[in-house]
Every structure is written in structure tokens, then in C-alpha cells.
């Protein structure tokens, strides 16, 4: 191919005939299609004013299936029960919220119509990064900057997901997914907007940080190809039981003197398609049964990390095991999957035959 036939659509990107392609080949499942699959399910009939018993929610997502118990009788506040405080960590609960959040979202606009192709952006703070991001609320106040900049550059919103994340020496930096606009300039304009959102004085490290403080990789993006993929590469760093780069969700020492670090991720531009259905305690259980099973027989161990005590001595000793991921131990939780319309319209044909068995008994 001559350069005069050449016509590449990114800077980054080399064409050839497998990469030639007019549009992302996706697999994100609309709102339309987790909507239909709802309405396959054994729905109840509305409550009645006299109608107090507890019942269960069955709630399809793009990429989840979720069971919750619901009650209309509301339970006092238990001993326990502590008000929303600051947030200084990253927990189990943080990292099941954020995969049970990422899932459920309408990636629709992110893509703008299948014409662009979808990116993870980086972005990072320079050496001596303290003075620049002293506490949480001053980088969340930069990546706000970005924002506001790329919707006054490109008239529209930016349509994305983001993380915030810490290297091993504490300085902090932004992971974002999104279909940024095509062409070549685009790189440019994250680099030059970036840093002149940190105001970087020394010249030296203005220089340095224009080439190296942005990062633009496609090649990340076009592998998340559906919601649930998205979930995961967001946490697979975020193991509370001490993963191999546990390190990348503890913030530094002076961030934690500061008070608190705020949200460790966010999205814009994009709103949950959630499809809740009630349905009774006994389809609740047959549910909750297939999907533990299908969860056990589809999923792969975890490395995890466990204590062995030394029966003579006494002594501690840590070992890195593997072990199957229990998924509604309680009947109440959600798995994640990588068609929710699919799974959904599945169970509700697995939970019509076992009706129907039972029925026939």
C-alpha cells in the first residue's frame, strides 16, 4: 500500500486489513434488550394494602443478575449501625459496589453510535507530585477540569468511567474508559490540557510531562467488549485480600492525614439499567440455587491468602492458596455475566421447569 492510500483514523493505530474495520464490534447489551428479558420472569401480582409479607427482587442489569430481599415493614437500625463517614480505604464492599455498579450500566453513549473506537486514558502526576495533589479533593478537582475542558473543546459531555489509583511511591493517577474523538489530534490535546491543569513551574518537568504524563491506549479498550469485561479490568487490582497490586488502592500517608479521600471511582455520562422484578420466596431460592451453580461451574479459583499456625511452635506462616469464589451464599448478592438479557431469559425458562416439576409433584 502506498502512503498516498494510507488514511489512518488514530494516531497510534496501524491499518492493515485486519484493522481496517468501519465500527467496534461490541457485545454491550442495551437497555431494550435486558427489558424484554424482565418481562419473562415469574413477576408477582402488586401488593395489597394487607400485603406485609416480605418478598424478594429479581433484578436483571446488562451484565448482572441480582437478588435482594425486600420488605415493606422497615427494620430498626441495629447495634452496629454507624453513619456514612469519611472514606480513607478501599474494602471488600467498596470493591463489590463499584463491579455491581459497572455492570449495570447503559454503556449506549459512550460509543456514540458504534463509530468510534473505545480507549483507556491514563493520567499522571509528576515527580515531586505532593505539592500538586496534597489531599483527595484537589485531584478530583483536577480530573473535573478535565472534563469540564473536553466538553468545552469538543462540544460534548465526556461519556466515561474512572479510577483513581497510587504507584508505589504514593503518587496518585486516573484510569478512564471512554471512546474519545477520532484523529489524530486528540493525543496532542490530552497532553497539553493535562498539564496545564497541574500548572507545572519548572520547566524541566513541564517537558517531561508533556511526553510521558498522558497515556492513550486502544489497545485495552477495544479488548473490554462488553460490561462486564469493563468490571473487571477496573478490579483486578482491587483484591481486598491482598493481591499482587493491592499497593495501587492504598492511598499515601498525607492523603489519610488530610481526612478523607472521597470516591475512589465515578462514571459520567451514563445511567443504570436496572429491571428489579418481585417474585416470591420460593422463586427466590430455585434462582438463587442456579446461579450459585452456574457461578461455581463457569468461575475460576482466586488466589487468596491464608494463615497456617505451626502446632508446635507456634508460628505464623502465609501461604497463597487457590479457592472457588462462593457467589449467594444467602440467597441475597449478584453474579456478574457477560449477556444479562441472555442469562436473564435462561433462568426464567430454568425457573419455569422447576415450577412446573414441583407443580406436577
Known amino acids: 500500500m502506498s502512503s498516498k492510500d494510507e488514511s489512518p483514523t488514530d494516531e497510534g493505530l496501524v491499518i492493515c486489513d485486519k484493522t481496517a474495520r468501519p465500527t467496534f464490534e461490541t457485545s454491550f447489551v442495551s437497555s431494550a434488550r435486558v427489558e424484554a428479558a424482565a418481562r419473562e420472569l415469574p413477576e408477582l401480582p402488586s401488593r395489597t394494602a394487607n400485603d406485609l409479607q416480605p418478598r424478594y427482587s429479581l433484578t436483571l442489569s446488562p451484565a448482572s443478575i441480582q437478588i435482594s430481599r425486600r ?3 422497615a427494620k430498626p437500625k441495629g447495634e452496629n449501625y454507624r453513619p456514612r463517614q469519611a ?7 467498596s470493591r463489590a459496589s463499584m463491579v455491581a455498579r459497572l455492570c449495570s450500566l447503559d454503556y ?4 456514540g453510535g ?3 473506537s473505545p480507549a483507556m486514558i491514563t493520567l499522571t502526576y509528576p515527580g515531586d507530585w505532593l505539592p500538586i495533589a496534597p489531599d483527595g479533593v484537589t485531584a478530583k478537582s483536577h480530573l473535573r477540569s478535565l472534563a469540564k475542558r473536553y466538553e468545552r473543546q469538543f462540544g460534548e459531555p465526556l461519556a466515561a468511567v474512572w479510577k483513581l489509583e497510587f504507584q508505589r511511591r504514593g503518587a496518585p493517577h486516573f484510569h478512564l474508559f471512554c471512546a474519545p474523538p477520532t484523529g489524530a489530534g486528540f493525543r496532542e490535546w490530552l497532553s497539553t490540557n493535562w498539564t496545564g491543569i497541574l500548572d507545572l513551574q519548572d520547566e524541566d ?5 508533556l511526553l510521558a504524563g498522558t497515556g492513550l491506549d486502544y489497545d485495552t479498550g477495544m479488548r473490554s467488549t462488553d460490561s462486564k469485561r469493563v468490571a473487571v479490568y477496573f478490579s483486578k487490582h482491587g483484591s481486598a485480600n491482598f ?7 492504598r492511598p499515601p500517608q498525607a492523603w489519610l492525614e488530610s481526612g478523607s479521600i472521597g470516591r475512589f471511582w465515578g462514571y459520567w455520562g451514563l445511567k443504570p439499567a436496572l429491571f428489579p422484578v418481585e417474585v416470591s420466596d420460593e422463586v427466590a431460592v430455585h434462582a438463587a440455587r442456579i446461579l450459585r451453580r452456574w457461578s461455581r461451574a463457569s468461575g475460576k479459583p482466586r488466589r487468596v491468602v491464608v494463615w497456617r ?3 508446635k511452635t507456634g508460628e505464623l506462616r502465609k501461604r497463597h492458596v487457590r479457592r472457588r469464589t462462593r457467589r449467594l451464599p444467602a440467597i441475597s448478592g449478584f453474579v456478574a455475566v457477560n449477556d444479562g438479557s441472555a442469562m436473564g431469559s435462561a433462568l426464567a425458562r430454568a425457573l419455569a421447569l422447576s415450577l412446573d416439576e414441583r407443580k406436577q409433584r
Open 71 to 73: 420488605s415493606v415493614i
Open 87 to 93: 472514606i480513607v480505604g478501599w474494602s471488600k464492599k
Open 108 to 111: 449506549e453513549p459512550v460509543f
Open 114 to 116: 458504534g463509530v468510534r
Open 205 to 209: 518537568e513541564r517537558r517531561k510531562h
Open 243 to 249: 493481591g499482587d497490586k493491592e499497593y495501587q488502592n
Open 309 to 311: 499456625v505451626n502446632q
